[in-house]
């Protein structure tokens, strides 16, 4: 199984990016409205974006779960656990 931590990581990062990419097409939408043009295509890359989005959060949520499990489970690693997933943090 890859190593959860580095999965946690990376979903975070991916969350943060989805984060900018989807205030940056709010910014789309605006400047369309303003200038009077359509912005239904805007429109709907923003609901998949946030659609990603909800399901990189439920990832993320199910890869803190595991990590806690594991800490749970391992009970002499969950110190480990706890100095690699601050490594990674």
Known sequence: MPN???QLEQIEL???ACEEQMARQHEVIDEL???GDSSDFAAMILQDLEDIQAKQ???RDKLR???????L???GKASGLDREFSRHS
Do not use: F, N, P
């Open 4 to 6: 959860v931590l580095a």
């Open 14 to 16: 991916d969350i943060l």
């Open 33 to 35: 409205r303003a200038s």
């Open 57 to 59: 959060i439920s990832l």
């Open 65 to 71: 779960a595991e990590v806690a499990r594991r800490a």
């Open 73 to 75: 489970a391992g009970h």
